[in-house]
T-cell receptor, first 116, second 115 residues
Framework: GAGVSQTPSNKVTEKGKYVELRCDPI?????LYWYRQSLGQGPEFLIY????????DSGLPNDRFFAVRPEGSVSTLKIQRTERGDSAVYLC??????????????FGPGTRLTVT | AQKITQTQPGMFVQEKEAVTLDCTYD???????LFWYKQPSSGEMIFLIY??????QNATEGRYSLNFQKARKSANLVISASQLGDSAMYFC????????????FGTGTSLTVIP
């Protein structure tokens, strides 16, 4: 079956612009996660959705970052007024459901965002 | 304090030899899960192995095994019979509590398998 997909694979934008990053999880997975991975670092948690609601958005760095998952499937991460420090790989992951320790997350290939 | 610590930025191993990648964790929860992921140069994170805090036996998945030492809070990954395709970044991660929502990742270890 299809894995987690993310589009675009690469995005170059100018400082101050708005960007949207899309994640399409594995069919049937109710839990969806966004992470940010900077060069030489491990993924850093941003937000977690269980179904349509954001169950935990404690990792969003500031109010320029927002994510939605209106129908409980596809999710969009939105970044307003981008800054050079936002440059990173944004990873999306899905899991069969949240709230269960043993359920691993399946990751997408990531979107590499470069802010110039 | 870091939740996950990986102290080996880079490791080298001869093909067909075994290698251990270190991971220590920090949590006050009694229930937690420990995971290892592989990230090849293509960038995609690949799940390798899971160990629950209440699991009495070390987890094994093919050539991967997890050396779980609860009292020392360590969860080292052992790769046996290394292959050239094992060259990649390896990340240790932890999920806390019965309703743990997020994974905490370490900074990773870059493994290079030498022919």
């Amino acid at each position: 079956g299809a894995g987690v997909s993310q589009t675009p694979s690469n995005k170059v934008t100018e400082k101050g612009k708005y960007v949207e990053l899309r994640c399409d999880p594995i069919s049937g997975h109710t839990a969806l996660y966004w992470y940010r991975q900077s060069l030489g670092q491990g993924p850093e948690f941003l937000i977690y959705f269980q179904g349509t609601g954001a169950a935990d958005d404690s990792g969003l760095p500031n109010d320029r970052f927002f994510a939605v998952r209106p129908e409980g499937s596809v999710s969009t991460l939105k970044i307003q007024r981008t800054e050079r420090g936002d440059s990173a790989v944004y990873l999306c992951a899905s899991s069969l459901k949240g709230g269960t320790l043993s359920y691993e997350q399946y990751f997408g290939p990531g979107t590499r965002l470069t802010v110039t | 304090a870091q939740k996950i610590t990986q102290t080996q930025p880079g490791m080298f191993v001869q093909e067909k030899e075994a290698v251990t990648l270190d991971c220590t964790y920090d949590t006050s929860d009694q229930s937690y899960g420990l995971f290892w992921y592989k990230q090849p140069s293509s960038g995609e994170m690949i799940f390798l192995i899971y160990q629950g805090s209440y699991d009495e036996q070390n987890a094994t998945e093919g050539r991967y095994s997890l050396n779980f030492q609860k009292a020392r809070k360590s969860a080292n990954l052992v790769i046996s019979a290394s292959q050239l395709g094992d060259s990649a970044m390896y990340f240790c991660a932890m999920r806390e509590g019965f309703t743990g929502n997020q994974f905490y990742f370490g900074t990773g270890t870059s493994l290079t398998v030498i022919p």
